[in-house]
């Protein structure tokens, strides 16, 4: 017995040495330990009704609704149906003690109801939300939130009380309270607009008639980069400041500028810009606005994407002939090509956890779909199949899902996906065109 | 027993290399070789500039609210970095956990208000409404004197910016009409079909215009009357999915620049 403990004290000083080594050394990729294991299992978790005291008619119902969708792309809980397994009560309270019992011993861990209706019962426009956790573990009901405001507010209700769920349960935010810029198409131009990261309320927040594109998030969710055209006949890289919508030009160079992406502290911009001829990539250093060439070739280098901890970036480079992925420190120095499947690799994104970059990979039937590839080019894998031309994938904070623009059912519209491929869903259904999505920083 | 122990130990550890990693990763980057100068390379050359030479960092505009103009010259960024951030408890991103409900207790209120990021409403100004029919207006004004020219456009092949033996006379011709024309300013746009990516294809686009252009050099235009511009996949002259509308969209659309 003893024995065994020492033994397995003594693999554990390995595995911390290792890791210390790993961390200390400064020129290692950005690999990170995974936060979940790929055999994480999934908590059980049911949702009764959210009871309506007086409110609008469909105000219980859409709280149950955003919530079990919350829950279900958090990919930490499994949704139970509750009457699938016996347990007939829509609406409980704290006391119904027998009913958990029974939802408990059918497997359930976690179970989740509340109430909803006009603040305090008054009638005056403000709604509450009471939300409710019972956890079989502890067979207690371990705690409540109580959220107040206006109408406009209610699907923000039911994604923060999941987000509490998920941060409960695994210490992270969340992403029901995420936020996801693109482009769409309005009028005869495309302008950026911002939504929820499930696609409800979209929110212009340009209006300049003719094409912005490509932006990002800085690293606050303060500030939004993109590339804007500018008397139809030049672009500039300009950022936004969300809550005021004041705007600065960051680039206004020759030729070119596009791709921009703040790197992980908001020090630097990285885009790329053709003002010396071909496209490269440029580093903008945002407090001394000194820019710095990183690549020098004839080939056109664009789409740089940073490494979570800002030491490294992926970018697309066509200097081989076709377009491919590769890596380089953000210095510009030790360039390698990281993809070699495929005459079309472009468009790569480093994700936040650091073990993959996704891109657009062109498959043999000459499909654009989703890959991802870890960043020592070892593993490979094809996220997206079938027709469509898949576009700008970006990661979820969390790591766990992609959004990106496909035109699979005709338009061009906003999607996600998980990593492995499943749970394909489509998030935007009106206009005429939306692309070029980017999924903000957790909160 | 043993297994617990084990495993508790090694959710500690592994808890523990997530800090520091998570630490590793805030920390901002120090690079040496990023004191060069500004200057170098930065003013714009040819291409219809707007008022002011555009030198990186220098020509900043703060926009007036609701994405309007772009004139009023500042020399200022805001502040990217982190640590201007003001700090709403980083870890639960704002979350405050569950109040205890025991004893038929009620949870205390949360107050919601704009849902994390605040949102400037886009209020099409007046100086945004002009903006757009200047746009529309001078858009017209192209097209109108680019077809009283008869110039003629240039049309690629699948991922390729190679001007065939069909281009080479067609641009024969409109270098004929440009030189015919002192004082006249042309602009070639790139374009491409919509496969391939967003990105990619602004400079596939700009490779194309720039073959477009570096043709019309060599037939005697001077560069000075040529701009460049390119729209990738965006502004598309059709939207079909079939041959015959690719074809279409991979082109070099040479037009008269309106001054």
Redesign the interface.
């Known amino acids: 017995?003893n024995r065994?403990?020492i033994g397995?004290?003594l693999a554990?000083c390995v595995?911390?040495g290792a890791?210390?080594l790993g961390?200390l050394d400064s020129r290692a990729t950005d690999v990170?330990?995974e936060?979940t294991r790929p055999d994480f299992q999934k908590i059980p978790i049911g949702v009764f009704g959210f009871q309506n005291g007086g409110g609008p008619e469909w105000l219980g119902g859409r709280i149950e609704e955003v919530l079990k969708a919350d829950l279900q792309r958090s990919l930490v809980f499994s949704l139970v149906d509750l009457p699938g397994i016996g347990v007939k009560a829509r609406e409980v309270s704290?006391a119904d003690k027998a009913i958990f019992k029974q939802a408990a011993e059918n497997g359930v861990s976690v179970l989740v109801w509340g109430k909803s209706g006009p603040r305090n019962g008054s009638a005056d426009s403000e709604l509450?939300m009471?939300g409710?956790?019972y956890d079989s573990g502890s067979d207690e009901?371990?705690?409540?939130?109580?959220?107040?405001?206006s109408t406009s507010?209610v699907r923000?209700?039911a994604?923060?009380f999941a987000?509490?769920l998920v941060?409960?349960y695994t210490g992270e935010?969340?992403i029901a309270?995420t936020?996801i810029v693109y482009v769409a198409e309005h009028?005869?131009?495309?302008e950026l607009f911002?939504m929820?990261y499930d696609g409800y309320?979209p929110?212009?927040?340009?209006?300049?008639?003719?094409?912005n594109?490509?932006p990002r998030w800085?690293?606050?969710?303060?500030?939004i980069v993109f590339t804007a055209?500018?008397?139809?006949?030049?672009?500039?890289i300009?950022?936004?400041?969300?809550?005021?919508?004041?705007?600065?030009?960051?680039?206004?160079?020759?030729?070119?500028n596009?791709?921009p992406a703040?790197?992980?502290?908001?020090?630097?911009l990285a885009f790329?810009s053709?003002?010396?001829g071909?496209?490269e990539i440029y580093?903008?250093?945002?407090?001394?606005?000194?820019?710095?060439r990183l690549t020098v070739n004839q080939g056109?280098d664009?789409?740089p994407t940073w490494s979570?901890?800002?030491?490294e970036m992926a970018f697309?480079s066509?200097r081989g002939g076709?377009?491919q992925v590769f890596i380089m420190s953000?210095?510009?120095s030790n360039v390698r090509r990281l993809t070699y499947e495929g005459d079309?690799n472009?468009?790569p994104a480093w994700s936040p956890r650091g073990n993959w970059v996704a891109y657009?990979c062109?498959t043999s039937q000459r499909l654009?779909k989703l890959c991802i590839v870890s960043p020592d080019g070892q593993k490979r894998v094809q996220v997206t199949t079938g027709p469509g031309?898949d576009?700008?994938p970006s990661w979820s904070p969390d790591g766990r899902h992609l959004t990106f623009s496909s035109?699979v059912d005709g338009k061009s519209h906003i999607y996600m996906v998980d990593t492995d491929g499943k749970n394909l869903e489509r998030i935007t259904f009106g206009g005429t065109h939306n692309?070029?999505p980017s999924w903000?920083p957790?909160? | 027993m043993t297994i617990r122990v084990a495993t508790m130990g090694l959710t500690v550890v592994v808890g523990m290399l997530l800090v520091i990693q998570g630490g590793c990763s805030k920390k901002s980057i120090q690079s040496g070789g990023d004191a060069q100068s500004s200057d170098r390379g930065m003013a714009k050359s040819g291409g219809p500039a707007p008022s002011a030479m555009g030198s990186m960092g220098s020509t900043g505009s703060t926009g007036s609210t609701g994405g309007g103009g772009f004139d009023a010259p500042s020399a200022t960024f805001p502040d990217l970095s982190l640590s201007s951030k003001p700090q709403d408890e980083p870890e639960s991103g704002g979350l405050r956990g569950f109040d205890s409900v025991s004893g038929g207790k009620a949870p205390s209120e949360e107050r919601l208000g704009g849902g994390g990021t605040m949102l400037a409403k886009v209020e099409p100004s007046e100086s945004t409404a002009r903006q757009i029919e200047d746009i529309r207006r001078e858009q017209a004004k192209e097209q109108a004197a680019s077809a009283e020219a008869g110039l003629r456009d240039v049309f690629f092949g699948y991922d390729s910016w190679t001007i065939t033996e069909e281009g080479r006379q067609s641009l024969t011709q409109d270098a004929q009409w440009i030189k015919g024309n002192a004082g006249s300013l042309v602009k070639i746009e790139g374009h491409c079909d919509e496969r391939g990516t967003l990105a990619y294809n602004l400079v596939l686009g700009e490779k194309r215009a720039k073959a477009v252009r570096n043709y019309l050099v060599e037939l005697g235009v001077g560069a000075n009357r040529l701009a460049v511009v390119s729209y990738g996949k965006e502004r598309p002259f059709c939207n079909e999915r079939n041959e015959s509308c690719y074809q279409q969209n991979r082109r070099g659309h040479v037009v008269v620049r309106s001054k």
């Open positions: 017995m065994i403990i397995l004290m554990l595995v911390v890791g210390l961390i990170f330990l936060a704290t509450s009471d409710f956790v009901v371990v705690g409540g939130k109580r959220y107040v405001g507010v923000l209700m994604h923060r987000d509490e941060f409960r935010p969340g309270r936020k009028g005869n131009a495309r911002v929820d309320e929110k212009q927040i340009t209006a300049d008639g003719f094409l594109l490509m800085s690293p606050d969710r303060r500030f055209y500018r008397s139809r006949n030049t672009q500039d300009d950022i936004l400041e969300l809550a005021t919508g004041k705007r600065w030009t960051l680039v206004s160079m020759a030729g070119l596009i791709t703040l790197s992980p502290d908001g020090n630097f790329a053709s003002q010396d071909n496209s580093k903008l250093d945002t407090r001394t606005k000194a820019s710095h056109g664009l789409s979570p901890t800002g030491r697309t066509d076709a377009p953000a210095d510009g079309y472009a468009a657009v062109r654009y031309i576009d700008s035109t692309s070029s903000s957790a909160l």
